[in-house]
């Protein structure tokens, strides 16, 4: 008999989950070798009553990996914090995407399945840029940093600088790189960027 402080709902079905044990690494199988989706799996599941058994001794199995995540999550701090930190990013990832279908009004849309899917190919192809773009610029500057041994708690704060945003770009407008011949002077930014860099985050020059 279980006296603990956090005491369980119900007990999981162990025997209905061992009676489908095959089944159930047949599904874990396709999953992991990416044969089938988690969206096709529960479709076809719950359309014929004969695999009622099999859905149910889904659900219990699934119960072992929800409760052990509780746990940890209410044991862990760590980890709390690290999951609204991924979180965190994902729903900015998310809202970056938004940004750019919004901007280009029109541009990103169709009536087709296939012109959707270009679209949210073509919206994520652009958040990626974007994000490969700062990274690439936060990455030359905490090298930077390193190397002129700037004080931990300076190298703390710039590490948690998020790759994903946008406030210092411009979606709209028509742009000329006539006179660059192509040619980014990745450079030039990263100094403007640095001067700013180093007062925000209280670094002498």
Known sequence: MYNGLIKPKEQINVPLIKSNKRWILRILLSLIMQENTQTTIIRKLSS????????????EYNKIFK???VLNMINDIKLRKAIKTARNRTEAYHQLQGLIRKVYHGVFKGKRIIDNAVSAHAARLAANCV?????TLLNILY???????APQGIL???RKISPVAWTHITFTGRYSFRKSDGKIDLEA?????EEKFRKSLGVKG
Do not use: C, P, Q, W
Not at 131 to 135: A, E, L, R
Not at 143 to 149: A, G, H, I, N, S
Not at 189 to 193: C, N, S, T
């Open 67 to 69: 409760s052990t995540h």
């Open 131 to 135: 994000i490969g773009y700062n990274s």
């Open 48 to 59: 014929h009553d004969r695999y009622a058994r099999l859905r149910a001794a889904l659900y």
């Open 189 to 193: 930014m990263i100094e403007a960027l």
């Open 156 to 158: 703390d704060k710039f």
């Open 143 to 149: 090298k930077k940093l390193v190397e002129e041994d």
